[in-house]
């Protein structure tokens, strides 16, 4: 399933780089998130919009900026990263944000050195 | 706090039938959700909940009871192809999701 693409699906970066990850959806959703995925740990929900509006920020570093700049296309953008900030970073889509079943794409695999 | 409780690993043989466990505790409920993870991919949607009771998909069963805040997800006729990571997640109150860490299932021949 194809139904949200994520670019790169690998990352490595330093600490002083300047980086963006990007988000598609093609399934005509109106919400899109992104997550953090540590290992052996609950996925993070790091930021929610709905209609192009964040409505969710979960106390996320200043270093973490997202971008919407319509219904199909989320980024994360990223700088000034920490080692710890090494993870999966998954993006997510659903019609709605109430009830509505949450669609992935498949990550992208960021490196911190 | 909120909490979702599930095993961390899991083995399986083949052909059997394997249930991974899922107990929560969140401030308002709106269902729960469990999907599949396999190493390096997207969390897949499995199953739906938000009525007590069983809902069966094919070789998958959701289970849930509210009054205990407890589900199980419950896999049939077991494949090698089930081996995955199976996480469980609970709309709260505000409808957002709490995840649990997710249960790696081994399947062994």
């Known amino acids: 399933e194809t139904g949200v693409t994520q670019t790169p699906r690998h990352l490595v970066m330093g600490m002083t780089n300047k980086k963006s990850l990007k988000c598609e959806q093609h399934?005509?959703?109106?919400?899109m998130y992104w997550y953090k995925q540590s290992a052996k740990k609950p996925l993070e929900l790091m930021f929610v919009?709905?209609?192009?509006?964040?409505?969710e920020n979960n106390s996320v570093p200043s270093r973490f900026s997202p971008e919407c700049p319509n219904s199909s296309h989320l980024f994360l953008h990223l700088h000034t990263l920490q080692p710890e900030d090494s993870a999966l970073y998954l993006c997510?889509?659903?019609?709605?944000?109430?009830?509505?079943?949450?669609?992935f794409g498949p990550g992208t695999r960021l490196t911190v050195l | 706090g909120q909490n979702i409780d599930q095993p961390t690993e899991m083995t399986a043989t083949e052909g059997a039938i394997v249930q991974i466990n899922c107990t929560y505790q969140t401030s308002g409920f709106n269902g729960l959700f469990w999907y599949q993870q396999h190493a390096g991919e997207a969390p897949t949607f499995l199953s739906y909940n938000v009525l007590d009771g069983l809902e069966e998909k094919g070789r998958f069963s959701s289970f849930l009871s509210r009054s205990k805040g407890y589900s199980y997800l419950l896999l049939k006729e077991l494949q090698m192809k089930d081996s995955a990571s199976y996480l469980c997640a609970v709309k709260d109150s505000n409808y957002q999701l709490i995840w649990g860490a997710g249960t790696k299932l081994i399947i062994k021949p």
């Open positions: 997510a889509s659903s019609h709605r944000i109430d009830i509505d079943t949450q669609y």
């Open positions: 399934l005509g959703h109106n919400a």
């Open positions: 919009y709905s209609l192009e509006e964040r409505v």
